[in-house]
C-alpha cells in the first residue's frame, strides 16, 4: 500500500477556545502507516489562500483536505465567507485566474459546501484542472463526519485513483455516503460486479 500525501487545512472558528480538529484523524492515519500529512492551521482567507497555493505545486501531497465551516458553494474562515470559485482563483491586481490544480483531488468538508447544481461542480472541476472534486452536499454532524472523513482517506490511500476509492466507499458504505450526502465531480458511480452466468 502506498502512503498517502494529505495537504490539510484547518479552521473551525475565529475562537482560541475552540480546540475542535481534525489532527487525531490524521494522527490515526500516520501511525497505521497508510498517510503522512503537513497539518496547517489558518485564521483569514489570505492565510486560507496561501496555504492552497502552497498545496498546488506539490507532487507528493495529491489530497487536500480542507476542514473549515461552509454553506452552498462557499467555505468560512471564522465569520469570513468565501465563495469556492474566488478561494480557488489566483488574484494579482491584472492577473487573475483560476489555481493550477492539474490531476489534484479536493476534499471539502465542510457542511453544504457541495450543495450546487452539478453544472458548478463541473465548472469549478474544469477551471482548476482537477482530477476529483469531492465533499459534503448537506449539513453534517462532528463525530459521523470525522468517522467519515477517516474512512474516505483511509479509502483515498488504498486505492492509487480517487475514482476507485469513491468507487469503493460507495459500494462499501452506500447507507453512510447518502446520510452524508457526499458528492464528488466526477459523479464515480460504483461498478456492480459482474453475475456468473447459469
Known amino acids: 500500500m502506498s502512503t ?6 484547518e479552521n473551525w472558528s475565529g475562537r482560541r477556545a475552540n480546540r475542535n480538529s481534525v489532527e487525531p484523524v490524521l494522527k490515526f492515519l500516520e501511525t497505521s502507516g497508510v498517510a503522512r500529512s503537513i497539518h496547517e492551521r489558518v485564521s483569514t482567507v489570505d492565510e486560507l489562500q496561501h496555504r492552497l497555493d502552497d498545496w498546488a505545486p506539490r507532487t507528493q501531497h495529491p489530497l487536500c483536505y480542507l476542514a473549515l465551516h461552509g454553506s452552498p458553494e462557499s467555505v468560512y474562515v471564522g465569520r469570513q465567507e ?18 493550477d490544480l492539474t490531476g489534484k483531488t479536493l476534499f471539502l468538508a465542510s457542511c453544504s459546501t457541495l450543495a ?15 482530477n476529483t472534486l469531492c465533499g459534503y452536499g448537506s449539513d453534517v454532524e462532528w463525530f459521523e463526519a470525522a468517522a467519515f472523513d477517516l474512512l474516505l482517506l483511509s479509502a483515498m490511500a488504498r486505492y492509487s485513483r480517487a475514482a476507485d476509492a469513491i468507487k469503493f466507499l460507495k459500494r462499501r458504505h452506500p447507507g453512510f455516503v ?21
Request: charged share 35%; aromatic share 6%.
Open 116 to 130: 450546487s447544481d452539478r453544472s458548478w461542480l463541473r465548472k469549478v472541476r474544469r477551471d482548476t484542472g482537477l
Open 178 to 198: 447518502r446520510l452524508m450526502r457526499f458528492r464528488s465531480e466526477p459523479d464515480w458511480k460504483p461498478t456492480q460486479p459482474s453475475r456468473p452466468s447459469s
Open 4 to 9: 498517502l500525501g494529505i495537504y490539510c487545512i
Open 82 to 99: 468565501l465563495g469556492v470559485e474566488d478561494l480557488l482563483l489566483i488574484d494579482r491586481g491584472d492577473d487573475q485566474r483560476p489555481v
